[in-house]
């Protein structure tokens, strides 16, 4: 089965600054998914960013971006130029691709980071 | 992305009673999952609901307490039986689209049940 770790129950950064927050996931399958979403107070799972296993270029969106580092099992968000609109809760998420697997589609879930942003 | 709906947005339910929560998406999708979320938790998925079949149910849940119909490639409801203050939690429905992003799996409003 797969496992998802968010070692930062906390962060806070400055608005404008910019913050890394942090995920590793083992699995032994080759190819997946992985997602970071945000879910702020109205409590709504809003996707942020997506990442191909098979992909060895980093996903971006507009002020978010990820490290993905594969062989490390390890899949950062990083927010840039941080805005006060930003504050929620970041979970990061496991798919798996096989489509003949038994876990095809399920999200697995990490235990969440809860990001702060100070004007 | 998909647009996904989900009635009630918040209730609160008596002890032993039963709330069903509907979910509805505006385009057809073959997967959808129900997932719930307890105070202050992560994610936990309770069960896939593809149409056409019985619900597939994880570990720990079972059909007698959440039942689920899908009768379209369009809707699902999710119904919590014989509710406890346990199960107060914020219930979301899920589903796969497949485009712009492919694979990408993407969550309703959510609803929040509280349980007194």
């Known amino acids: 089965a797969q496992t998802v770790t968010q070692s930062q129950p906390e962060m806070s950064v400055q608005e404008a600054e910019t913050v890394t927050l942090s995920c590793t996931y083992d699995t032994s399958e080759s190819d997946y998914y992985l997602f970071w979403y945000k879910q702020p107070p109205s409590r709504q799972m809003i996707l942020v960013i997506r990442?191909?296993?098979?992909?060895?270029q980093n996903a971006t969106e507009n002020r978010f971006s990820v490290n993905f580092q594969k062989a490390a099992k390890s899949f950062s968000l990083k927010i840039s130029d941080s805005q006060l609109g930003d504050a929620a809760m970041y979970f990061c998420a496991y798919r798996s691709a096989d489509a003949g697997g038994t876990s095809y589609g399920k999200l697995t879930f990490g235990q969440g980071t809860i990001l702060t942003v100070h004007p | 992305s998909a647009v996904i709906s989900q009635k009630p947005s918040r209730d609160i339910c008596q002890r032993g009673t039963s709330l069903t929560i509907q979910c509805q998406v505006d385009s057809q999708v073959t997967m959808m999952f129900w997932y719930r979320q307890q105070p202050g938790q992560s994610l936990t998925l309770i069960a896939t609901?593809?149409?056409?079949?019985?619900?597939?149910?994880e570990s720990g849940f079972v059909i007698d307490k959440f039942p689920i119909s899908r009768p379209n490639l369009t809707f699902s409801t999710l119904t919590v039986s014989n509710m406890s203050p346990e199960d107060s939690s914020i219930y979301l429905c899920?589903?796969?689209?497949?485009?712009?992003?492919?694979?990408?799996?993407?969550f309703g409003e959510g609803s929040w049940l509280t349980v007194v």
């Open positions: 899920s589903v796969e689209s497949g485009f712009p992003s492919g694979n990408t799996i993407y």
């Open positions: 609901a593809n149409q056409g079949s019985e619900a597939t149910y």
């Open positions: 990442q191909e296993a098979y992909k060895q």
